[in-house]
């Protein structure tokens, strides 16, 4: 089973930074892709960023210059930092990691942590 740690949520002014971090631990033979996703209060969960094992990254238009996916192989980590924070942003952010086993591939998700931008 994977257990996935989620830290680094908060609240921040606009124009603020975060970082947001996810470990994942257990038993897994690799880990995948991991990403990130935020739900708001009424809305659908949607991707913010993912990035593959190789490093190849894809983000949501919305975040595109202002947000960096990060990942550390070794540690099965994977980092969000958030530059130039915008009310919109406000939401519970969860961690998404791909997991391979020798019996199969699953996806795992963190348990969510909340991050509020207001003035």
């Known amino acids: 089973q994977v257990q996935l740690v989620e830290s680094g949520g908060g609240s921040v002014q606009p124009g603020g930074s975060l970082r947001l971090s996810c470990a994942a631990s257990g038993s897994m033979t690799s880990v995948g892709i991991m990403g990130w996703y935020r739900q708001a209060p009424g809305k659908q969960r949607e991707l913010v960023a993912i990035?593959?094992?190789?490093?190849?990254?894809k983000y949501e238009d919305s975040v595109k210059g202002r947000f960096t996916i990060s990942r550390d192989n070794a540690k099965n980590t994977v980092y969000l930092q958030m530059n130039g924070l915008k009310p919109e942003d406000t939401a519970r952010y969860y961690c998404?990691?791909?997991?391979?086993?020798?019996?199969?591939?699953?996806?795992?998700w963190g348990q969510g942590t909340q991050v509020t931008v207001s003035s």
């Open positions: 998404n990691v791909q997991v391979f086993t020798e019996q199969d591939v699953t996806n795992s």
């Open positions: 990035i593959t094992s190789g490093g190849t990254t």
